[in-house]
């Protein structure tokens, strides 16, 4: 098969590589995907997209064109994907939903620790030989109520680690878990309950119409003071206009994210020297108690190598004409 790989990233390459053992025939380019470099893919059978690019109707139209009938992501999340268009004209549609959900869950606990206990600040002073302790006073997670709102792969996960903390975990989600529920004590409760009662809230739910915007000031009035909030889901799951509002009220404690809500553009590039004109964002990361990493969750040597070997798989699985596991089928999603 030959495919086309957008928005390739350096450290993709060699597992890509390892894992195709020259099969298909495969061209790298870093373009991201778009209505203007969905050309690039003419002559190829399929592409494969990162969660940056845009396959929105108009460009999977260009692509069906061109002649393309697969499109296999390299990312577990697809709302980047018009999935019911790529139905309707006939494209298949495959993501990597099983890559390492571990190695995100863990990056949400390292998030939520070096927020709560200073340590971009500590390590900063330190570097200036400041061993001072007054701006490190820290908070725990042990013993405290903390909500997770999507208990699927990377969700289920946090429910482990955070009962192994020692927290009393509420959940949220439209199907319940009844092995997560008699295993960690888990109580699911609805959205607006946990948001009430946690100290901790963790957003593992993927970007939908239905959780667009969940979290707006509806829900951040309805928080208990001083709550900490992680996202490592996607960012436009967060009303960033109204979340900085509560930040700078103090409503907020902290927000820790790996992701935002128009990071397309910006993430993944070295803006460095151009610097960069979302005022929204900046506001964000000028906050104190605000702790962002951009959107590196999946960049683990483990993750890569499995995202790289189920995109090997999707290709294999369409031109062998097996069925994929992976493939996304709209009438199921929308169960
Ligand atoms: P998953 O599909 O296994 O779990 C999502 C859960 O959310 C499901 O249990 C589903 O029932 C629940 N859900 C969906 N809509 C809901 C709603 N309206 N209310 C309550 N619950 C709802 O997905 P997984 O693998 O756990 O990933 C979650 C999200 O994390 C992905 O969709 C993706 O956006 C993001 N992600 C971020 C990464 C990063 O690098 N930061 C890497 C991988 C995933």
Redesign the pocket.
């Known amino acids: 098969m030959k495919l086309l790989v957008y928005s390739t990233k350096e450290f993709e390459l060699e597992n890509l590589k390892k894992a195709n053992r020259n099969k298909h025939r495969i061209t790298y380019v870093t373009d991201a995907l778009d209505s203007t470099t969905a050309t690039l893919a003419a002559g190829h059978d399929a592409i494969s997209i990162f969660s940056g690019d845009d396959a929105s109707m108009v460009v999977l139209e260009i692509l069906k064109e061109l002649g393309v009938q697969y499109i296999t992501l390299r990312?577990?999340?697809y709302?980047n994907v018009s999935i019911e268009s790529a139905k309707r004209i006939g494209l298949r549609v495959a993501n990597a939903?099983d890559y390492s959900?571990h190695d995100?869950a863990e990056?949400t606990i390292c998030l939520l620790l070096a927020l709560n206990r200073k340590l971009i600040r500590a390590h900063t002073q330190v570097q200036h030989y400041n061993f001072l302790l007054n701006d490190l006073m820290g908070s725990n997670v042990y013993g405290k109520t903390v909500g997770v709102?999507?208990?699927?792969?990377?969700?289920s996960i946090l429910v482990k680690l955070f009962h192994a903390f020692g927290c009393n975990i509420l959940a949220?989600?439209?199907?319940h878990n009844h092995f997560l529920e008699n295993q960690y004590d888990l109580e699911y409760v609805g959205?607006k309950e946990l948001c009430k009662k946690s100290d901790i809230i963790s957003i593992?739910?993927?970007?939908?119409h239905?959780?667009h915007h969940?979290f707006n000031m509806s829900l951040f009035e309805l928080m208990k003071e001083q709550v900490v909030l992680v996202n490592?889901?996607?960012g436009a799951i967060v009303h960033t206009k109204d979340l900085i509002k509560v930040l700078k009220s103090g409503k907020i404690a902290g927000y820790a994210t790996?992701?935002y809500e128009t990071e397309k553009g910006i993430f993944f590039k070295d803006n460095s020297i151009t610097g960069i004109e979302d005022e929204q964002l900046k506001a964000l990361i000028a906050l104190p108690n605000v702790l962002l990493t951009p959107?590196?969750?999946?960049v683990t040597q483990e993750a890569q190598k499995s995202v790289a070997e189920t995109t090997i798989y999707n290709l294999d699985c369409w031109e062998e004409n097996r069925s994929c596991k992976n493939e996304l089928d709209y009438e199921s999603l929308l169960l």
């Open positions: 990312s577990a999340g709302n939903p959900p995100i990056h709102v999507g208990t699927g792969r990377i969700g949220c989600d439209l199907a959205l593992n739910v993927p970007l939908t239905d959780t969940m490592t889901a996607r790996d992701v959107h590196q969750a999946f």
